[in-house]
Protein backbone atom coordinates (compact mmCIF):
# COMPACT_ATOMS: atom_id res chain seq x y z
CA UNK A 1 0.00 0.00 0.00
CA UNK A 2 0.90 3.60 -0.99
CA UNK A 3 2.63 5.82 1.65
CA UNK A 4 0.88 9.06 3.26
CA UNK A 5 2.39 12.25 4.05
CA UNK A 6 0.19 14.62 6.12
CA UNK A 7 1.26 18.03 8.80
CA UNK A 8 1.47 16.96 11.87
CA UNK A 9 -1.28 19.55 13.21
CA UNK A 10 -3.04 21.95 12.24
CA UNK A 11 -5.72 24.37 13.79
CA UNK A 12 -8.75 25.90 12.71
CA UNK A 13 -11.32 28.57 13.73
CA UNK A 14 -14.91 27.08 14.69
CA UNK A 15 -16.98 28.18 11.92
CA UNK A 16 -14.61 28.15 9.43
CA UNK A 17 -13.48 25.67 6.59
CA UNK A 18 -10.96 23.05 7.90
CA UNK A 19 -8.88 21.91 4.49
CA UNK A 20 -6.64 19.07 5.62
CA UNK A 21 -3.91 18.31 2.92
CA UNK A 22 -2.51 14.52 1.93
CA UNK A 23 -0.08 13.21 0.13
CA UNK A 24 0.37 9.99 -1.22
CA UNK A 25 2.52 10.32 -4.21
CA UNK A 26 3.48 6.82 -4.84
CA UNK A 27 -0.51 5.56 -5.14
CA UNK A 28 -1.36 3.12 -7.64
CA UNK A 29 -3.75 3.15 -10.26
CA UNK A 30 -6.35 0.69 -7.92
CA UNK A 31 -5.98 2.11 -4.82
CA UNK A 32 -8.41 4.29 -2.95
CA UNK A 33 -7.89 7.39 -0.80
CA UNK A 34 -9.36 6.85 2.72
CA UNK A 35 -10.10 9.03 5.29
CA UNK A 36 -10.73 8.29 8.49
CA UNK A 37 -10.78 10.19 11.88
CA UNK A 38 -10.44 9.52 15.52
CA UNK A 39 -11.64 11.34 18.76
CA UNK A 40 -9.20 10.93 21.89
CA UNK A 41 -9.64 6.79 22.66
CA UNK A 42 -12.66 6.84 20.38
CA UNK A 43 -12.65 4.00 17.46
CA UNK A 44 -11.63 5.62 14.44
CA UNK A 45 -14.58 7.13 12.31
CA UNK A 46 -15.16 6.34 8.64
CA UNK A 47 -15.20 9.68 6.68
CA UNK A 48 -15.04 9.50 3.15
CA UNK A 49 -13.09 7.87 0.16
CA UNK A 50 -12.55 8.40 -3.17
CA UNK A 51 -10.56 7.22 -6.64
CA UNK A 52 -9.98 9.46 -8.74
CA UNK A 53 -13.07 11.61 -8.51
CA UNK A 54 -13.95 14.21 -6.12
CA UNK A 55 -16.53 12.73 -3.44
CA UNK A 56 -18.66 14.84 -1.12
CA UNK A 57 -21.03 12.97 1.56
CA UNK A 58 -23.09 14.70 4.54
CA UNK A 59 -19.82 14.89 6.88
CA UNK A 60 -17.28 16.43 3.84
CA UNK A 61 -15.68 16.55 1.15
CA UNK A 62 -12.82 15.03 -1.06
CA UNK A 63 -10.77 16.62 -3.99
CA UNK A 64 -8.61 14.57 -5.72
CA UNK A 65 -5.55 16.38 -8.03
CA UNK A 66 -6.06 14.91 -11.29
CA UNK A 67 -2.37 13.10 -11.00
CA UNK A 68 -4.12 11.91 -7.76
CA UNK A 69 -0.52 12.07 -6.20
CA UNK A 70 -3.04 14.28 -3.33
CA UNK A 71 -5.85 14.74 -1.95
CA UNK A 72 -7.67 17.73 0.19
CA UNK A 73 -10.05 16.70 3.11
CA UNK A 74 -12.31 19.83 3.54
CA UNK A 75 -14.94 20.34 6.71
CA UNK A 76 -16.70 22.84 5.46
CA UNK A 77 -17.47 24.24 8.51
CA UNK A 78 -15.86 22.89 11.38
CA UNK A 79 -17.24 22.50 14.91
CA UNK A 80 -15.24 22.15 18.05
CA UNK A 81 -16.80 18.28 18.09
CA UNK A 82 -14.61 17.94 14.84
CA UNK A 83 -11.23 18.30 16.81
CA UNK A 84 -9.20 14.64 16.19
CA UNK A 85 -6.86 12.80 15.07
CA UNK A 86 -7.32 13.00 11.28
CA UNK A 87 -5.73 10.15 8.36
CA UNK A 88 -4.98 9.98 5.22
CA UNK A 89 -4.99 6.19 4.35
CA UNK A 90 -4.20 4.83 0.98
CA UNK A 91 -5.25 1.31 -0.04
CA UNK A 92 -5.81 -0.72 -3.10
CA UNK A 93 -8.55 -3.12 -0.80
CA UNK A 94 -10.10 -2.36 2.49
CA UNK A 95 -8.95 -5.53 4.56
CA UNK A 96 -5.71 -4.08 6.06
CA UNK A 97 -5.43 -0.52 5.70
CA UNK A 98 -1.54 1.18 6.79
CA UNK A 99 -2.24 4.22 9.57
CA UNK A 100 0.07 6.77 9.33
CA UNK A 101 0.65 9.75 11.99
CA UNK A 102 -1.94 11.66 10.58
CA UNK A 103 -3.01 15.51 11.40
CA UNK A 104 -4.35 16.48 14.78
CA UNK A 105 -7.01 19.07 14.28
CA UNK A 106 -7.74 21.36 16.85
CA UNK A 107 -10.61 23.46 16.04
CA UNK A 108 -10.78 26.82 18.06
CA UNK A 109 -13.83 28.99 19.35
CA UNK B 1 -27.86 2.68 12.93
CA UNK B 2 -26.75 -0.25 14.28
CA UNK B 3 -22.57 -0.07 14.55
CA UNK B 4 -20.41 -2.79 15.67
CA UNK B 5 -20.50 -3.06 19.47
CA UNK B 6 -17.13 -4.75 21.50
CA UNK B 7 -17.29 -6.25 24.69
CA UNK B 8 -16.29 -5.84 27.23
CA UNK B 9 -15.42 -1.98 27.47
CA UNK B 10 -12.80 -2.19 29.73
CA UNK B 11 -10.97 -5.17 30.89
CA UNK B 12 -7.97 -5.87 33.78
CA UNK B 13 -6.06 -8.71 33.43
CA UNK B 14 -2.86 -10.12 35.24
CA UNK B 15 0.54 -11.12 33.32
CA UNK B 16 -0.08 -14.73 31.93
CA UNK B 17 -4.15 -14.35 32.37
CA UNK B 18 -5.89 -14.96 29.28
CA UNK B 19 -8.85 -12.80 27.70
CA UNK B 20 -11.52 -13.20 25.44
CA UNK B 21 -12.98 -9.82 23.21
CA UNK B 22 -16.04 -10.18 21.36
CA UNK B 23 -16.87 -8.09 18.35
CA UNK B 24 -20.23 -7.91 16.96
CA UNK B 25 -20.54 -6.52 13.32
CA UNK B 26 -22.91 -4.53 11.76
CA UNK B 27 -25.90 -6.55 10.57
CA UNK B 28 -25.08 -7.94 7.13
CA UNK B 29 -21.70 -6.69 7.41
CA UNK B 30 -19.79 -10.05 6.46
CA UNK B 31 -15.97 -9.39 7.20
CA UNK B 32 -13.96 -8.18 10.68
CA UNK B 33 -11.42 -6.88 11.43
CA UNK B 34 -8.92 -6.47 14.63
CA UNK B 35 -6.91 -3.76 15.60
CA UNK B 36 -4.12 -3.06 18.51
CA UNK B 37 -3.60 0.90 19.42
CA UNK B 38 -1.45 1.38 22.21
CA UNK B 39 -1.08 4.28 24.02
CA UNK B 40 -0.01 7.38 21.52
CA UNK B 41 0.34 4.91 18.71
CA UNK B 42 -1.66 4.50 15.66
CA UNK B 43 -3.71 1.38 15.03
CA UNK B 44 -2.27 -1.93 14.12
CA UNK B 45 -4.39 -4.35 12.07
CA UNK B 46 -4.06 -7.78 13.30
CA UNK B 47 -6.34 -10.03 11.45
CA UNK B 48 -9.50 -10.52 9.21
CA UNK B 49 -12.04 -12.63 8.51
CA UNK B 50 -14.45 -12.98 5.41
CA UNK B 51 -17.29 -15.37 5.74
CA UNK B 52 -15.49 -16.84 8.94
CA UNK B 53 -11.85 -18.26 7.05
CA UNK B 54 -9.34 -15.66 8.08
CA UNK B 55 -8.17 -13.28 4.94
CA UNK B 56 -5.60 -11.24 6.31
CA UNK B 57 -3.01 -11.17 8.72
CA UNK B 58 -1.03 -8.44 10.57
CA UNK B 59 1.29 -8.27 13.36
CA UNK B 60 -0.95 -10.46 15.82
CA UNK B 61 1.47 -12.38 18.26
CA UNK B 62 1.61 -16.24 18.21
CA UNK B 63 -0.33 -16.27 21.63
CA UNK B 64 -3.28 -14.21 19.89
CA UNK B 65 -5.87 -16.35 18.07
CA UNK B 66 -9.05 -15.15 16.79
CA UNK B 67 -12.02 -16.69 14.64
CA UNK B 68 -15.25 -15.98 13.27
CA UNK B 69 -18.45 -17.39 13.76
CA UNK B 70 -21.54 -18.52 11.87
CA UNK B 71 -23.54 -15.54 13.23
CA UNK B 72 -20.66 -13.09 11.83
CA UNK B 73 -19.65 -12.08 15.75
CA UNK B 74 -15.58 -12.28 16.05
CA UNK B 75 -13.82 -13.13 19.47
CA UNK B 76 -10.17 -12.53 19.85
CA UNK B 77 -8.22 -14.48 22.15
CA UNK B 78 -5.26 -13.59 24.15
CA UNK B 79 -3.53 -15.72 25.90
CA UNK B 80 -0.01 -15.59 28.52
CA UNK B 81 -0.75 -12.04 28.54
CA UNK B 82 2.54 -9.25 28.81
CA UNK B 83 2.27 -6.07 30.42
CA UNK B 84 2.93 -5.05 26.33
CA UNK B 85 -0.49 -6.21 25.32
CA UNK B 86 -2.11 -3.25 27.26
CA UNK B 87 -3.57 -1.30 24.40
CA UNK B 88 -6.74 -0.45 22.87
CA UNK B 89 -8.75 -2.76 20.89
CA UNK B 90 -10.06 -2.28 17.96
CA UNK B 91 -12.46 -4.38 15.93
CA UNK B 92 -14.31 -2.92 12.48
CA UNK B 93 -16.70 -4.53 10.01
CA UNK B 94 -17.93 -3.94 6.72
CA UNK B 95 -19.14 -5.65 3.83
CA UNK B 96 -17.04 -7.58 1.53
CA UNK B 97 -18.87 -6.73 -1.86
CA UNK B 98 -16.88 -4.19 -2.58
CA UNK B 99 -13.61 -4.51 -1.82
CA UNK B 100 -13.31 -0.89 -0.91
CA UNK B 101 -16.17 -0.34 1.61
CA UNK B 102 -15.22 1.26 3.99
CA UNK B 103 -14.21 -0.09 7.20
CA UNK B 104 -16.92 0.88 10.26
CA UNK B 105 -15.18 0.69 13.81
CA UNK B 106 -16.50 -0.12 17.48
CA UNK B 107 -15.56 2.02 20.41
CA UNK B 108 -13.12 -0.66 21.52
CA UNK B 109 -11.85 -2.68 24.51
CA UNK B 110 -8.98 -0.91 26.60
CA UNK B 111 -7.11 -4.04 27.89
CA UNK B 112 -4.49 -3.10 30.93
CA UNK B 113 -2.59 -5.71 31.88
CA UNK B 114 -0.95 -5.65 35.33
Known amino acids: DAKTTQPTSMDCAEGRAANLPCNHS???????VYWYRQIHSQGPQYIIHGLKNNETNEMASLIITEDRKSSTLILPHATLRDTAVYYC??????????WGLGTSLAVNP | AAGVIQSPRHLIKEKRETATLKCYPIPRHDTVYWYQQGPGQDPQFLIS???????DKGSIPDRFSAQQFSDYHSELNMSSLELGDSALYFC?????????????FGNGTRLTVT
Open chain 2, 49 to 55: FYEKMQS
Open chain 1, 89 to 98: IVSGNNRKLI
Open chain 1, 26 to 32: TISGNEY
Open chain 2, 92 to 104: ASSVRQGANSPLH
